[in-house]
């Protein structure tokens, strides 16, 4: 793949890329911005090994995916502030209407675990199948099917508590 | 999997602001260029390995051939030198003993040459590539 191929790509992909890590972060665009651009690059390095029957969106959202859960292990690490008050920063420094037309629903998103999270969005928001699910997130589709479960059942009862 | 209906329509209207899509794309196409240039430097540092290597074997076989022409001469020299420093020697089993030493010298030798051949070979062509 050249260079410019691969840029064509981005262009296509990354708003409804950026979208996903906007909602997968609770609502923190730069940071889900900065995961945008450490996966685009770590998929520019690797594109060469990318098979001629293999889709670059699903293969990229599983790249977007695990550098999403690697910085937030090394969140965890270096960090004491919890989900809910990093949300509550993300909102308080962000002067758009969006944060507050969305502040609800971050709040509700960041307090499920981060697979379930993902699996709820990926399923939801970007419309994958649970078997494409599962190979993005290399585990097994009867795992996806319980995290779906367990994740809009959590959401529900967190929206309604906010409503 | 069915979908739930009201969770399907909160998503379905999602579309939060993003930064500027151009800025993005920059910042972007500017940590590519970055990344290029370091493949790049790798590339050309991994030719120059395989160029250094492949002269220094070649050297390293050369020297190692003609100095072998030369263990005969080598191993005499070691006899005639436990001669002169010994007392009570044995005349069948020596020259064996400093074939083998002559040799070992040969070999030394070789390897010696080779790893100097390396590194004089990898700094010519660095210093080729950065004038």
Redo the contacts between chains.
């Keep these: 793949m050249t260079?410019n191929d691969f840029?064509t790509i981005?262009?296509q992909t990354?708003?409804a890329f950026?979208?996903f890590l906007?909602?997968l972060c609770g609502?923190d665009?730069?940071q889900?911005?900065d995961i945008?651009?450490e996966a685009?690059?770590k998929a520019?390095?690797a594109c060469d090994d990318l098979s001629a029957d293999s889709k670059f969106k699903p293969w990229l959202y599983r790249i977007g995916y695990t550098t999403f859960i690697n910085h937030q292990r090394s969140k965890s690490k270096h960090s004491s502030t919890s989900s809910i008050d990093a949300v509550a920063d993300v909102i308080a420094t962000d002067s758009?209407d969006?944060a507050f037309r969305?502040q609800e629903?971050h709040e509700a998103l960041v307090k499920l675990s981060e697979k379930e999270r993902s699996a709820?969005?990926l399923?939801?928001?970007e419309d994958y199948s649970?078997k494409e699910i599962a190979e993005i997130m290399e585990t097994s589709n009867v795992a996806i099917?319980q995290l779906?479960t367990r994740g809009?059942k959590r959401?529900?009862e967190f929206?309604k508590q906010i409503d | 999997?069915e979908?739930?209906d009201?969770?399907?329509n909160?998503?379905a209207n999602?579309?939060?602001?993003?930064?500027d899509?151009a800025d993005?794309?920059e910042?972007?196409?500017r940590?590519?260029e970055s990344?290029?240039w370091i493949k790049n430097r790798q590339a050309q540092e991994r030719s120059r390995h395989r160029k250094a290597v492949f002269i220094a074997a070649i050297i390293g076989i050369v020297i190692g051939f003609a100095i072998s022409l030369f263990v005969p001469l080598i191993a005499n020299a070691l006899f005639g030198l436990s001669k002169c420093l010994s007392f009570d020697t044995n005349f069948d089993i020596i020259p064996q003993k400093y074939f083998v030493g002559a040799w070992m010298i040969v070999s030394v030798g070789a390897v010696f040459t080779s790893i100097n051949a390396y590194d004089f070979c990898s700094a010519m062509m660095l210093r080729r590539e950065n004038h």
């Design positions: 260079r840029i981005v262009e990354q708003g950026r979208r906007t909602a609502g665009s730069f889900a911005d945008a651009q685009f690059l520019y390095l758009s969006d969305y629903l709820v969005l399923f939801y928001l649970t099917r779906l809009r959401l529900r929206l | 999997m979908k739930d009201k969770l399907r909160l998503f999602y579309n939060p602001h993003l930064p899509k993005f794309m910042s972007l196409q940590k590519m990344l290029e």
